[in-house]
């Protein structure tokens, strides 16, 4: 791959992608103790704007803080060095931020807890010549072997690259037999979220899905949430449990990289056609419309100009 012509915010300073490295036996490498946070660029009339910019950078200070990091940075910093990356990087669609121990280390803890702050900015053609791969119309869900991990061990609401591990391994089965995605179940065996979205059910007209106990603050999940309520759906954030899929009308995931995506099937158990269904589809065109910075509530409240 070659280097992109991209510049990284590091700890203050845009410095050349090809400069964001770190060692091989940095802490966070070793450890997975890197946390995160991406977020969508979109092209509005006034210019680039991200969807829920201040939560985003409020729920990685959030994440940090509970993996016990100590930040050079506030949120008023974080908001700057976005719009600083995004300026240097015109045609990004992605903010990705990241804080982690570059510290070389072979203890578990690393000596220093001041963690280094990354902004990267960039789109999916800095990283490959081809178009990114369109995501399927609806999505196959398979459930996943292994359970969520529980909030007692950690809690739902780090986004720590560790805690994708299990996602990525059971992802991988689901791929290669024919799916799109994994769901989890929690440790009580109820639907929680899949390896990078948040997961809604309708039934009886209700939208419903789990509780921040239980699965990730999804910025997107927030954002729909607040579009059902102002479309007159009823919303309720409660335990899923598995059968509710048998009585489901419509299913669908929602995050970042895919806005609202209709679910097909969670394992053999088909979702009724149309999919995406009438709920679905109403928010779908909800948020694009939002997206757009045409809606004139919705678009203020979600969509924050860089
Ligand atoms: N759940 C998990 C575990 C995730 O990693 C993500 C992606 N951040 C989501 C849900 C969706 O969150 P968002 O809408 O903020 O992208």
Not at 13 to 39: C, E, K, N
Not at 167 to 190: M, P, Q, S
Not at 250 to 277: H, K, M, Q, S, Y
Not at 292 to 302: A, Q
Request: hydrophobic share 45%.
């Amino acid at each position: 791959m070659a280097i992109p012509v991209r510049k990284i915010w590091l700890n203050g300073d845009l410095v050349p992608w090809g400069d964001a490295t770190v060692h091989i036996l940095s802490q966070s490498i070793q450890r997975g103790s890197l946390v995160f946070d991406v977020m969508p660029v979109v092209d509005i009339e006034a210019g680039p704007a991200i969807l829920g910019m201040r939560e985003h950078c409020q729920r990685f200070l959030n994440s940090a803080a509970l993996n016990q990091m100590v930040l050079d940075v506030d949120l008023d910093d974080l908001l700057a060095g976005v719009a600083a990356s995004v300026a240097a990087n015109p045609g990004c669609d992605l903010v990705k931020l990241s804080a982690y121990y570059p510290e070389v280390t072979v203890d578990v803890l690393p000596a220093d807890a001041t963690a280094s702050v990354a902004i990267a900015a960039f789109s999916h053609s800095d990283l490959s010549p081809d178009p990114a791969p369109a995501r399927p119309a609806a999505a196959r869900l398979q459930v996943a072997e292994t359970r969520k991990m529980p909030a007692s061990v950690l809690s739902p609401q780090v986004k720590i690259a560790a805690g994708y591990t299990a996602a990525a391994i059971a992802k991988r089965k689901a791929c290669a037999e024919g799916f799109h995605d994994v769901l989890f179940l929690d440790e009580r065996g109820d639907l929680a979220e899949s390896s990078t979205h948040s997961f809604f059910v309708v039934s009886g007209g209700v939208l419903r899905t789990a509780p921040l106990d239980i699965v990730l603050s999804g910025i997107t999940r927030l954002a729909v949430i607040d579009l059902a309520q102002d479309e007159g759906i009823g919303v309720k954030v409660e335990p899923l449990p598995p059968e509710l899929i048998e009585r489901a009308d419509e299913a669908f995931l929602t995050g970042t990289t895919t806005n609202i995506w209709p679910v097909e099937c969670v394992d053999a158990a088909e979702l009724p056609r149309p999919v995406p269904g009438p709920v679905c589809e109403s928010l779908m065109a909800r948020f694009e419309c939002m997206l757009s910075g045409e809606d004139p509530v919705f678009s203020p409240r979600w969509l924050q100009k860089v």
